[in-house]
């Protein structure tokens, strides 16, 4: 990179992990439900892969991108579910935010119709940093050009610290929704352990449906999210239609600081296999920070057959885009 993108990257890592402390947001939390709710673990009642990457303002050349991995499934033995998830934000050639975390889910048939679900996630995060790609003034020689890093100012080790985040769900008939607080412990994300360097509690809601239309040959499943951390607020609403082999959604997004997101995607059922794609495309406001496309992301579900046909209390369709 150049050094006027290696300072973008520096000042865009820097407020989104420091100034702000706050996590990075995925667009939908298709693939990635319970690693916002450990609630939603084992849910699907079978056991899943998901595998998930993203590109954050690909026509910007910042190469900022993220990677997810997570399994999950319902367990007989454990009355509930058991899954773990692993994720990496790249941030460029300076830094990344490696997680992975295990997660549990006790289900529990309250009525009838009627049934609860609550999990707890235990995580180690690691902020990494690559001092090498650097350079820092006192690197650099006018008229000799770069002259190699005279003195450590940043340390190379990062900082890895434990976390834990915990959920409710509720699911009655075709409709499920629920509420997470993650980072009880909020940990420090550097060692100077300044009240700013502090990782803001995160708390969700979510809402959805499974709405069978034309005798079940068509299926709506509306969806709807918020999310707040610290002075961050994100509303997410959409729409996700399944025929067949084929899904389509549409979706939107709007943060408090005024952004507004549109995002349609599209999947393909194959087997036991899914795959998806979506496009996140900036409507209105800070278009100075995300102009034109926000995010891309592809993504691939894979689900087990249950050979042993064990069944879990009650299983929740969510929706895949």
């Known amino acids: 990179m150049n050094p006027r993108e290696t300072l973008i990257v520096i000042i865009i890592s820097l407020f989104s992990l420091t100034v702000e402390s706050q996590d990075t947001w995925y667009g939908s939390m298709s693939g990635m439900q319970f690693m916002y709710n450990p609630a939603y673990t084992g849910s699907s ?10 590109s954050f303002l690909p026509g910007n050349g910042y190469d900022l991108r993220s ?8 367990f007989e033995s454990l009355h509930g579910g058991a899954g773990v998830w692993i994720c990496d934000d790249i941030q460029g050639d300076i830094m990344n935010y490696l997680k992975t975390g295990v997660s549990y889910s006790f289900h529990l048939k309250a009525a009838k119709k009627l049934f609860f679900n609550a999990g707890i996630t235990a995580s180690v995060v690691h902020n990494g940093i690559n001092r090498s790609a ?8 006018p008229f000799g050009g770069i002259i190699g890093i005279s003195s450590e100012t940043i340390s ?4 890895t610290f434990f976390d834990v985040s915990t959920g409710i769900c509720f699911s009655t008939g075709t409709w499920h929704g629920g509420f997470s607080a993650m980072h009880l412990t909020r940990p420090y994300l550097t060692d100077d352990q300044s009240s700013f360097n502090r990782l803001r509690r995160m708390f969700t809601i979510n809402l959805g449906g499974e709405l069978p239309m034309k005798q079940g040959k068509i299926v709506l499943f509306p969806y709807a999210s918020f999310i707040s951390q610290g002075q961050i ?15 389509l959604g549409l979706s ?19 087997g036991s296999a ?36 064990r069944k879990p209390v009650h299983v929740i369709n969510i929706p895949e885009l």
């Open 45 to 54: 009642g079978v056991p899943s892969v998901n595998l998930s990457c993203y």
């Open 134 to 141: 650097i350079t820092l003034p006192e690197d650099f020689d």
């Open 274 to 309: 899914t795959i998806i794609i979506s496009y996140n495309y900036n409507v209105a406001g800070s278009s100075d920070f995300l102009p034109g496309t926000a995010l891309v992301k592809a993504g691939l579900k894979i689900s087990f057959n249950n050979v042993e046909k």
């Open 252 to 270: 939107t997004w709007n943060a408090a600081s005024g952004f507004f997101i549109l995002e349609p995607s599209a999947g393909w059922r194959t």
């Open 233 to 247: 607020s994100i509303i997410f609403a959409g729409l996700m239609a399944s025929a067949g082999d084929i899904l």
């Open 67 to 74: 990677v997810f991995a997570s399994y999950d499934g319902y």
């Open 156 to 159: 190379e080790k990062g900082n």
